[in-house]
């Protein structure tokens, strides 16, 4: 196993200090500024860490570079920024890699059933038979180029060590995520003046190419599970945006009105904007869209909502980046800060437009 890898000390546990950000941080406690919050940007792959005790089962020959593929890891560099440069948003990341438990998945108190159904499961897909991991991904043991994340135990006594080890750490690292996001959510909407708007958006990014044995990021996604070149917002919808009122997390209406503002901030032109921005396709928002989609719509506040937004990675990294990861490689290059500044700027410009009306 690589020296490389990104590590988070045994033990450590998390609270909404740690995991919260936003404008003035440092200098205002954040219950001075949550009646200003009007978006909430939540980071469940933020993080490609692992906790330190989860050294013994990590698969060996896994490098930096697979670790980081396998979460959305500029998320984090993006939020953090977003949530400094713009007094009106919040940001609340996870922090650990969602090797350890995926919370954008529906939870579990125990992962050890679905992580035992899942290397059963991918033995017969090895084996040749044609399956699917729906279902069964809270704990997710190899990355989604195939690469193994965890070694599968070949005992009783290495499953139950394992099992335990991740519970642990779920329960201080994921779960405390949870926890924070929720209080978060709940704070920001008793602070909010009556009628106020508040938007939750779940963020992540995902490239259209995956990892090849030798590190280089090129090989071609199938074309079903392509991203445009900006991004694709989901609230479990249709192509539209519409759908079942009891079922999606936001109005079409505001869906198309989200997306236009991200359009302009791209200086993106309507022949342009099938090959930019789709909805629903090919993401339609997992778990964290559906929890929180329900809450808003039982809480009877049509200024309200949940949105899935899955960026293409390439575009967040930037070129050099993005040149960089298509080469050969076991390490990740550092953020491209003037990218990044030039993304956020973007971000907050699309957040300013919609704030106007």
Same mark, same amino acid.
């Given at each position: ?105 529906? !939870? @579990? $108190? /125990?992962?050890? &059933?679905? +992580?035992?159904? #899942? ?8 084996? *040749? ?92 996604? !199938? @074309? $079903? /599970?392509?991203? &445009?070149? +900006?991004?694709? #917002? ?8 519409? *759908? ?93 800060? @003037? ?19």
């Amino acid at each position: 196993m690589s020296d490389d890898l990104a590590w988070i000390e045994a033990g450590r546990r998390f609270g909404f200090d740690d995991l919260v950000f936003w404008h003035d941080k440092g200098t205002r406690p954040f219950a001075a500024v949550a009646a200003g919050i009007d978006t909430v940007v939540f980071g469940p792959h933020a993080s490609a860490d692992f906790p330190a005790e989860l050294r013994p089962f990590v698969a060996p020959g896994l490098t930096r570079r697979q670790q980081f593929d396998y979460s959305d890891v500029i998320i984090s560099a993006v939020g953090r920024a977003w949530a400094a440069a713009d007094p009106h948003v919040a940001y609340v990341e996870n922090p650990h890699s969602r090797l350890v438990l995926d919370p954008n998945r529906a !939870p @579990v $108190a /125990d992962a050890g &059933p679905g +992580l035992r159904q #899942f290397f059963a499961t991918l033995a017969r897909q090895r084996a *040749g038979e044609k399956v699917s991991f729906a279902g069964m991904d809270t704990v997710r043991p190899v990355t989604f180029s195939g690469q193994p994340a965890l070694r599968e135990p070949g005992t009783e006594a290495e499953w139950s060590a394992l099992i335990a080890t991740l519970n642990d750490c779920a329960a201080r690292g994921p779960n405390a995520y949870a926890a924070v996001r929720d209080a978060l959510v709940e704070q920001v909407l008793a602070a909010r003046p009556t009628g106020a708007r508040v938007l939750l958006l779940s963020l992540h990014d995902t490239m259209n190419t995956q990892i090849l044995p030798d590190g280089a990021i090129t090989r071609e996604r !199938p @074309v $079903a /599970d392509r991203l &445009p070149w +900006l991004a694709n #917002f989901g609230n479990r919808g249709d192509f539209a945006g519409e *759908g079942p009122l009891d079922e999606i997390t936001i109005a079409g209406t505001e869906m198309r009105r989200i997306a236009d503002a991200y359009a302009r901030a791209w200086d993106i032109t309507d022949s342009a904007r099938n090959t930019a921005i789709l909805l629903n396709n090919p993401y339609k928002g997992a778990f964290e869209t559906v929890h929180w989609g329900a809450k808003l719509r039982a809480l009877g506040r049509v200024n309200l909502g949940m949105v899935q937004v899955e960026f293409l990675r390439e575009t967040l990294l930037g070129p050099r980046v993005t040149a960089s990861l298509h080469q050969p490689g076991k390490d990740w290059p550092a953020v491209d800060q @003037v990218h990044l500044a030039e993304t956020v700027g973007r971000l907050k410009q699309a957040g300013d437009s919609l704030r106007a009306g």
